[in-house]
């Protein structure tokens, strides 16, 4: 299924009496790079996280944001750093001593010094938060690939509608490019009397020119190749995922195309039409950008 690169997933679990919240988000990117915020002591979850991310994005910037909470499993304990407490009262006293000013020491105005408190956290058991954590990672990256594929659903859906008026625009071309012939001819044939003043000319000169002109303009080529890159383009969307920069290389070569078929017409009509038709690939390449 196709997918968009951009995306929302987020999931919160209590695993082992561990609080973990997993978050993540990305935006378009040529390629797979991720970020990943952890708490400072679980540095090693963040290659974890990559390879596991790696194996189901391919694409597209990825933040993830990860919260873990202990709390609840005692891991924690907070301790009174009584020689630094000590010091820091005497010190305070000694100013007040000294500049006869109002001691209004309290506990609250000691306890906001950070350095009063020793915060200690006991051994983690690495595999097992790594265990906990990926589990909710998993939860957050299906709920974020869901989004992502109803986002792909809609693009693919606008894609194939703009192949549809681009295949319109080019059925007009095709039956348009004879004319484009006839009207050749019969000026040709009209500038040959004016010159000759004389209804008399050469019939076969006639042809000839008109056949090199013919052969100058003709389109039938980039016709059949826009119409098989459109073929490929719809094969893509209907079959495959992760096909964003094939997608990418098929709306050039379709520019490209059309683009020939633009420099080869000598009809206002198909210039129209071809000028309709970029306009439609232009916001294809626009929406391929966002597929994965």
Do not use: W
């Amino acid at each position: 299924m196709i997918r968009s690169m951009t995306g929302y997933g987020r999931s919160q679990k209590t695993i082992d009496n561990m609080n973990i919240t997993v978050e993540m988000k990305a935006v378009n990117h040529r390629y797979f790079e991720f970020n990943v915020r952890v708490p400072r002591a679980f540095g090693f979850l963040e290659e974890q996280l990559k390879n596991y991310c790696r194996q189901k994005i391919s694409r597209g910037k990825i933040e993830m944001y990860v919260t873990v909470d202990l709390s609840e499993t005692n891991q924690t304990q907070i301790e009174i750093n009584h020689d630094f407490a000590n010091s820091y009262i005497n010190a305070i006293n000694s100013l007040a001593n000294e500049y006869s000013l109002n001691n209004d020491i309290s506990v609250m105005s000691i306890a906001r010094n950070p350095d009063i408190f020793k915060i200690t956290t006991a051994d983690i058991d690495e595999e097992l938060l790594s265990s906990a954590v990926l589990n909710v990672a998993d939860d957050a990256i299906c709920a974020f690939i869901k989004m992502r594929e109803t986002e792909g659903e809609r693009l693919k859906n606008d894609i194939l509608n703009r192949v549809s008026a681009i295949k319109n625009k080019l059925e007009l071309i095709e039956a348009e490019a004879p004319n484009t012939i006839i009207s050749y001819r019969e000026r040709l044939e009209q500038k040959v009397k004016e010159l000759l003043e004389s209804s008399n000319i050469d019939e076969q000169r006639i042809l000839t020119e008109t056949a090199i002109f013919a052969d100058k303009i003709a389109i039938d080529e980039e016709t059949v190749r826009l119409r098989s890159h459109m073929a490929q383009l719809s094969d893509l969307l209907n079959n495959s995922a992760e096909v964003g920069k094939k997608l990418d290389f098929i709306v050039q070569e379709m520019n490209r195309e059309t683009n020939t078929i633009g420099s080869k017409a000598q009809n206002l009509n198909i210039a129209q039409c071809v000028v309709d038709i970029k306009s439609e690939i232009e916001k294809i390449r626009e929406q391929v950008q966002n597929i994965e």
